[in-house]
């Protein structure tokens, strides 16, 4: 390694995933292994992405990091313990065109610099350490020339947050607990890609919350400490729905998904009330859309729209298909209009094309629209303006991915510091 001013940079873009069979309690806290297997949903990086720049030079004297524009410290022990076990697997990196050759032996001398950015606010409770711990992890083994596979990797993200492990993969992903002492078998792996189950769509209800709320780790601990509904769940319940939710999965039955889902949102968030003191993640307006979600169901007489509520008060829907989406979104924008002074499209964002289909993207109003005749007589009418803050269409969505294009980076080339 010769001692220029050469900055070596990848970029890589991943996405968050939304459990539909959740982990809630950790049997080591240090190394991240949960007390049950969970099975999650990939969303669309066209619509919610962590974009990451990694770089490495002679020039750079210390590990740097900017999340969102502000530079962080990379001294906890989530990144420490990221950043150590991809080095422990870096290998050789030649660019012969660019006269840069970075041996195994030299990685421990070398600094990194990191930037990160999450397109959807920190605020919005969308679990973006996941997709941001999976886009690190993934972003410095293509740096440094890591032979892994993405389950390997996932191992690793694991380390930084728990649920980042499964976005290591597009579409359809579990987590498997394992049993190792070491966690080296706690990994993520897919059960099938964003293309086998399409028609699927998923929209989200970021609810506002005037309480600040308990964090997952500080939940999870208090949990596994007080609740006997937590043992029951992980030891007899989720086992069996694991297996249910990949049945379904592989079949595409959209009727058993939405009950597997519906009914494991609605038990871990039992735990949380059964944990001492209890937890509430959950507001009268998630309360309000279960309502309205199971109402609906049961008067077409088949499942339309799945539901499932992680540490927060947002709802994420998985509408059976574009159709029901569209009747969806209209139900909830009746039930959930914006302020007066909200653009309709700053209120609804991500797969513009189903408000469109909704026909309310031009001079239409919500004010037009009519409740859903099948629950009309049975919910109340639209007290609740404000009480949503946005609501994000999207769809099951890719794995990570490299992003070549270097106006896509997010430090400059020269001096490896943020643009
Ligand atoms: N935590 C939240 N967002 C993150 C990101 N993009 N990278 C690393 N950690 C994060």
């Not at 049997?27 to 770089?55: F, W, Y």
């Not at 939405?258 to 209890?278: I, K």
Request: charged share 25%.
């Amino acid at each position: 390694m010769a001692a220029e001013k050469w900055v070596y940079m990848v970029t890589a873009q991943t996405s968050p995933n939304i459990a539909v069979i959740n982990y809630w309690g950790k049997r080591d806290e240090v190394r991240i292994l949960p007390v049950n297997d969970s099975i999650s949903v990939t969303l669309d990086p066209d619509h919610l992405c962590t974009v990451t720049t990694v770089a490495v030079s002679p020039a750079f004297d210390s590990d740097r990091m900017w999340l969102n524009g502000k530079e962080i410290s990379l001294s906890g022990i989530r990144y420490q313990n990221c950043l150590r076990e991809i080095q422990g697997r870096a290998g050789e990196v030649k660019d012969k065109e660019r006269g840069i050759k970075i041996e195994k032996k030299d990685w421990e001398k070398l600094h990194l610099h990191i930037a990160s950015y999450n397109n959807f606010p920190t605020a919005a409770g969308l679990a973006s350490s996941a997709a941001g711990f999976a886009c690190l992890v993934f972003s410095l083994a293509k740096l440094m020339n890591v032979d892994e596979d993405a389950s390997h990797l996932s191992a690793i993200a694991r380390q930084g947050s728990g649920s980042a492990c499964r976005s290591l993969f597009g579409g359809f992903v579990k987590w498997r607990m394992g049993s190792k002492e070491d966690g080296s078998d706690s990994v993520a792996v897919q059960l099938a890609d964003e293309k086998h189950w399409n028609d699927l769509v998923i929209i989200i209800a970021v609810v506002s919350s005037r309480q600040k709320e308990t964090s997952s780790t500080s939940g999870m601990r208090k949990s596994v400490e007080t609740s006997s509904l937590l043992q029951h769940r992980a030891k007899e319940v989720v086992p069996k729905r694991i297996l249910q939710m990949e049945e379904a999965i592989k079949n595409r039955d959209f009727a058993s998904f939405t009950q597997l889902s519906c009914a494991d949102s609605n038990q871990y968030h039992a735990v949380c009330l059964d944990t001492s003191p209890p937890i509430f993640y959950m507001n009268d307006n998630s309360h309000m859309i279960i309502s309205l979600v199971e109402k609906w169901n049961l008067s077409e007489g088949a499942p339309q729209v799945a539901y499932t509520f992680d540490a927060g008060p947002n709802a994420v829907l998985i509408a059976r298909n574009r159709k029901v989406a569209v009747q969806l979104l209209q139900g909830l924008l009746y039930y959930f209009p914006p302020k007066s002074d909200t653009d309709m499209k700053s209120y609804v964002v991500g797969d513009m094309s189903i408000l469109k289909e909704a026909g309310l993207d031009g001079e239409n109003s919500v004010e037009n629209l009519q409740p859903p005749p099948e629950i009309k007589d049975s919910i109340g009418s639209q007290d609740q303006k404000g009480e949503v803050n946005y609501f994000i269409c999207t769809k099951p969505g890719r794995g990570p991915v490299l992003l070549p294009d270097q106006t896509q980076a997010l430090l400059d080339p020269e001096t490896g510091l943020p643009k």
